[in-house]
């Protein structure tokens, strides 16, 4: 790799975004992130369910379909974009009618407690095991993803987002995926060290599991590091917490191995600034700068220009089975300080004031 270059492979693959639209296009919408996303170079963006009504039956998700459709078009993107279904402990019959169309890439499980509690917003998610399994069966026979928010909704409610909420989740979810041998499960935005090695040895004995790494949680921690001193803690505030910088360092230290298992998402997740504020809603603004990041650890850190490329498309696209472009464009890498703004500035940025090296286009 050339000292102030890097070659970022055509087709970028961002495996996780919030693009809200429906009641919630205040926030920002399915149109405006994708442009935000073709701004910072990613092609290929995934979209969570858990949207305002979420999309749990065929009629929203049709809907949403047409959201995309229209974007695209609007937007000249050649590449298929895509999203997650919903599942719930009554919609497996729809799950199975919205896997077999060619945009939804599987099925999100948001953990549910017994009293209806979800660990996002609203109502969506799982509490019967028995659907988990049956969700399970299903991906594995369509050839499709099963992804996870780990972290346990009971833990949560006697101790917070703790990092023993989601260990305990990604315990079950190890479980359940063992009991559906070859089901591709994607353990979304995995946030500690503990959560991260029990997943490294359920895939050493052969279970498809992937770690879902974000960009926050390479570059923020628990401990202020990275964070602007202008801004309000509660920007720094998302689900799963921001941990201690041990484990920063730890999620930091899996990027240069030879893992094929380890994916970058986004977890994109904006909301404007007062409501933020006055909600203390959890999610962070981050698809435009998940490449920067990638690239700023991989200058620090000497990781290869392959592994970069691995990271931010070809380890998704193998395990998504998203068919892109093996093409590549050699970018400067510009060093500055981060202002991008989100949703024309509705949104406060927690990472202004981040120094970020970011990827230019060389002139011809
Ligand atoms: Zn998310």
Redesign the pocket.
């Known amino acids: 790799m050339q000292k102030n270059t890097i070659c970022l492979p055509e087709t970028i693959i961002d495996t996780?975004c919030?693009g809200r639209d429906l009641k919630q296009a205040y926030k920002t919408t399915i149109r405006q992130t994708l442009s935000e996303a073709l701004e910072a170079l990613i092609s290929i963006s995934v979209f969570?369910p858990?949207t305002l009504p979420a999309i749990t039956n065929l009629m929203i998700l049709q809907h949403q379909l047409r959201l995309l459709g229209n974007a695209r078009k609007k937007l000249c993107l050649k590449n298929q974009q895509y999203g997650h279904f919903g599942l719930t402990d009554r919609n497996l019959v729809e799950c199975e009618a919205a896997l077999k169309f060619r945009e939804v890439l599987g099925l999100k499980d948001y953990p549910l407690s017994a009293d209806g509690t979800t660990v996002?917003t609203g109502t969506i998610g799982v509490f019967d095991p028995r659907t988990r399994l049956a969700g399970l069966h299903l991906v594995r026979q369509h050839r499709k993803i099963y992804a996870r928010?780990c972290d346990n909704p009971g833990i949560i409610a006697r101790e917070g987002h703790t990092i023993n909420a989601e260990v305990a989740d990604v315990e079950d979810m190890i479980s359940l995926a063992s009991q559906v041998p070859g089901a591709k499960v994607v353990a979304?935005?995995i946030s500690c060290r503990e959560s991260a090695e029990l997943i490294l040895k359920a895939q050493k004995k052969g279970l498809p599991i992937t770690i879902e790494l974000c960009p926050h949680y390479l570059w923020f921690d628990s401990e202020g590091t990275n964070w602007n001193p202008d801004l309000d803690p509660v920007f720094y505030k998302c689900f799963n917490s921001l941990r201690g910088g041990e484990h920063r360092e730890f999620l930091v230290s899996l990027l240069p191995t030879d893992n094929p298992w380890i994916i970058i998402g986004s977890?994109n997740?904006p909301h404007p600034t007062q409501e933020k504020i006055q909600g203390k809603l959890g999610?962070l603004p981050s698809n435009q700068e998940m490449v920067p990041v990638i690239c700023t650890l991989a200058k620090k850190y000497k990781i290869s220009n392959h592994r970069v490329v691995e990271l931010l498309s070809w380890n998704a696209s193998r395990f998504l089975g998203i068919r892109i472009s093996k093409k590549f464009n050699r970018y400067r890498l510009i060093d500055k300080i981060d202002d991008l703004a989100y949703n024309n500035g509705i949104v406060t940025n927690p990472w202004n004031g981040s120094r970020l090296l970011f990827p230019a286009a060389i002139e011809a």
Request: negative net charge; charged residues 10%.
């Open positions: 996780h919030h969570m858990n996002t928010h979304c935005h977890d997740a999610g």
